[in-house]
């Protein structure tokens, strides 16, 4: 098994920076686009069979060093009991949008393995296809980013419905809250226990507050997940994995970020990566933080920024080679394989 990812998730010596990429199953691949040109984007999400080729299509074609599974983090919204749907152009549509107390005691927590039992089927499923080749990263929204969509009933610039639920309403805000991160915390241990060997906790919009809104609006209910976690793999209810916590824009948060109980922490490439070590402690284990759109540059300006983003990662604890965010689907699929080329070849011990 090439474990190296788990290794540098742990902090221990690998012989290698490992990489692997926000967004690896998408559609800057055809064989991607292949899939999706037969089957609608929530289809591939809840078919197993589906889900798991379009998760294995990067690990032959660009050679990274581990499987994010395919799906998306706003499925356990629908199983909460609002309506989901995604359209071209659009993204997300999420009815009702939950703004008020009715909404909110009509949502429930789901039992993950009944509402969302293609997850779990999906990640088992990878795990016998990969046959150990690399590990399985699972993944779910943070329960602030999974909040926005859930009370913009959508994508939004400035999240005016979301920030005025908490200024405004602050006991309604916790109570969405609560049934959310309840939500979560059983979603991920049902994919660790189907077999997921790391877990990402995306924050995507996390960075839209100012530090103290942060800590108490977000940081305080991806704690609570990160500990009910880390409890039941002590008591040996669930395995043992590494757990990832990505923040978007998460440049001024980094102080609140590493209390956060992860064992990695995601950085996005708006801040220089020792700079960010500095201050998220050197033992940090980081992730990151090549900008996704330097991919349109010429590979050898790629190789150069590769080159420094390597350079700066020497002082973590670990690090995992990333993008800052997802890679978008104009994305050139020749440099994406360079890319992952360049990663291991100049960080090779």
């Keep these: 098994m090439n474990d190296t990812f788990l290794k540098a998730c742990r902090g221990e010596e690998v012989p290698y920076t490992p990489i692997w990429i926000m967004r690896q199953a998408g559609r800057y691949l055809k064989e ?11 289809t591939m999400c809840k078919t197993p069979e589906l889900a798991a080729e379009v998760t294995l299509q990067p690990i032959d074609i660009l050679n990274v060093d581990a499987a994010i599974l395919f799906s998306d983090i706003l499925i356990p919204c629908e199983a909460m009991g609002q309506g989901l749907d995604f359209h071209e152009g659009k993204g997300p549509i999420l009815s009702p949008a939950i703004r008020d107390e009715e909404t909110v005691n009509k949502l429930y927590v789901p039992d993950p393995e009944d509402k969302m039992k293609f997850v779990p089927d999906a990640v088992r499923l990878l795990r016998k296809e990969l046959a150990d080749r690399v590990p399985l990263i699972g993944f779910a929204g943070a329960p602030f980013t999974t909040a926005t969509y859930m009370i913009e009933g959508g994508t939004s610039k400035n999240f005016l419905n979301t920030k005025r639920m908490i200024y405004e309403s602050p006991e309604l805000y916790k109570k969405l809250m609560d049934k959310i991160t309840a939500t979560i915390t059983e979603y ?4 660790i226990s189907a077999g997921a060997q790391a877990v990402q906790i995306f924050d995507t919009w996390g960075g839209i507050f100012c530090p103290a ?24 209810s669930i395995e043992e994995v590494p757990i990832i916590y990505f923040v978007g824009e998460s440049a001024g948060l980094l102080e609140e970020i590493k209390t956060s109980g992860a064992d990695v922490h995601g950085v996005d490439w708006r801040i220089n990566l020792d700079d960010a070590i500095s201050r998220l402690g050197e033992n940090a284990v980081v992730q990151g933080n090549l900008d996704p759109l330097s991919m349109f540059l010429p590979q050898e300006k790629i190789e150069i920024r590769v080159q420094d983003v390597l350079s700066r990662a020497k002082s973590a604890g670990g690090h995992i080679f990333n993008l800052g965010h997802g890679v978008v689907p104009e994305t050139p699929r020749d440099n994406v394989i360079a890319l992952v080329e360049m990663v291991h070849k100049h960080s090779r011990r």
Excluded: H, P, W
């Excluded at 991920?188 to 994919?191: D, G, P, T």
């Design 213 to 236: 809104d942060f800590r108490e609006n977000a940081l305080t209910y991806v704690q609570s997940i990160i500990g009910d976690l880390k409890k039941a793999m002590a008591s040996g």
């Design 32 to 42: 991607y686009r292949e899939v999706r040109g037969k089957s609608n984007f929530l």
């Design 188 to 191: 991920l241990k049902a994919q």
